[in-house]
């Protein structure tokens, strides 16, 4: 395993999290069968994440530096965001246009390592 293997993985992880969040979209529209397709795109993106990160993480001897500990608490965002979309608590617009802002600012934090 090397480090381009661990990106490889996680960037699957990265296409199926954003598939779910595009999919929400469609949430408005009642489709019920969507609404699973798109829910276990976005919870199969976010497990790829989170085992994949670690494996980058432990492949690439990091440890815990504070862009890794920030990416972690944007995972949970990423979490939550959609969480409140299937609760009705947030518009699932709101929700699609904030998460292109989390995940420019987690690309952001682990191209440029700034802290
Ligand atoms: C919101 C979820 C996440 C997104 C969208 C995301 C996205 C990305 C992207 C786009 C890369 C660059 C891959 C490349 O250069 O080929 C990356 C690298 C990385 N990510 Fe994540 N990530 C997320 C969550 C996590 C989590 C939870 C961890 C926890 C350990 C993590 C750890 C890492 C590590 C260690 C790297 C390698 C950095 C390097 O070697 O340059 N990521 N991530």
Same mark, same amino acid.
């Given at each position: 395993?090397?480090?381009?293997?661990?990106?490889?993985?996680?960037?699957?992880?990265?296409?199926?999290?954003?598939?779910?969040?595009?999919?929400?979209?469609?949430?408005?529209? *009642?489709?019920?069968?969507? *609404?699973?397709?798109?829910?276990? &795109?976005?919870?199969?993106?976010?497990?790829?994440?989170?085992?994949?990160? &670690?494996?980058?993480?432990?492949?690439?001897?990091?440890?815990?530096?504070?862009?890794?500990?920030?990416?972690?608490?944007?995972?949970?965002?990423?979490?939550?965001? &959609?969480?409140?979309?299937?609760?009705?608590?947030? *518009?699932?617009?709101?929700?699609?246009?904030?998460?292109?802002?989390?995940?420019?600012?987690?690309?952001?934090?682990?191209?440029?390592?700034?802290?």
């Amino acid at each position: 395993m090397t480090i381009v293997h661990a990106q490889f993985f996680h960037l699957i992880g990265v296409i199926f999290l954003f598939i779910g969040f595009g999919g929400l979209m469609a949430i408005g529209e *009642n489709r019920s069968v969507i *609404n699973k397709i798109v829910a276990s &795109f976005h919870g199969a993106g976010l497990l790829i994440l989170l085992i994949t990160g &670690f494996m980058a993480q432990g492949v690439g001897k990091y440890g815990f530096p504070g862009w890794i500990i920030t990416k972690l608490i944007l995972w949970l965002a990423m979490v939550f965001l &959609f969480v409140m979309v299937k609760k009705d608590k947030l *518009n699932a617009k709101t929700a699609v246009i904030i998460s292109a802002v989390v995940g420019i600012v987690v690309v952001y934090l682990c191209k440029f390592k700034p802290f």
